[in-house]
């Protein structure tokens, strides 16, 4: 799992529940108090995940246009002012100015550095 994909996955329990439940391949390894567990984590599974969560922007005061948008590394101007709306592509749907200004926008891909074997 990525780092936004660990965020979400400990963000969203956190402020929607009380309890949470880490769970390594099916079975929980620590369970408690939300707050307890992020403010101290005892699991060495737990802390290598809370450890993994990136620092983003409050979702209760995102910024203006793309929330995306300061970490973003297509970013452009219009980014900032304009939140853009989901556009149909194939086979799924993307909120992206650049996208959706770019032609070919189907086939655009954000280029991504591949580890090597």
Do not use: K
């Not at 965020?7 to 009380?18: A, E, G, K, Q």
């Not at 939300?34 to 983003?56: C, E, K």
């Not at 909120?95 to 189907?106: D, P, Q, T, W």
């Amino acid at each position: 799992m990525d780092a936004i994909g660990t965020w979400w996955t400990f963000l969203v329990p956190y402020r929607m529940s009380d309890q949470l439940a880490i769970m390594y391949l099916g079975r929980i390894v620590e369970i408690g108090d939300a707050d307890t567990i992020f403010n101290g984590p005892l699991h060495p599974y737990t802390r290598l995940l809370l450890d993994t969560i990136p620092d983003v922007e409050s979702p209760i005061n995102p910024p203006s246009g793309c929330a995306f948008h300061p970490r973003c590394p297509m970013t452009e101007a219009a980014c900032s002012r304009t939140a853009p709306e989901l556009m149909p592509r194939p086979r799924r749907s993307v909120a992206c100015l650049v996208l959706e200004r770019s032609e070919g926008a189907a086939d655009a891909q954000i280029s991504r550095s591949t580890p090597s074997a």
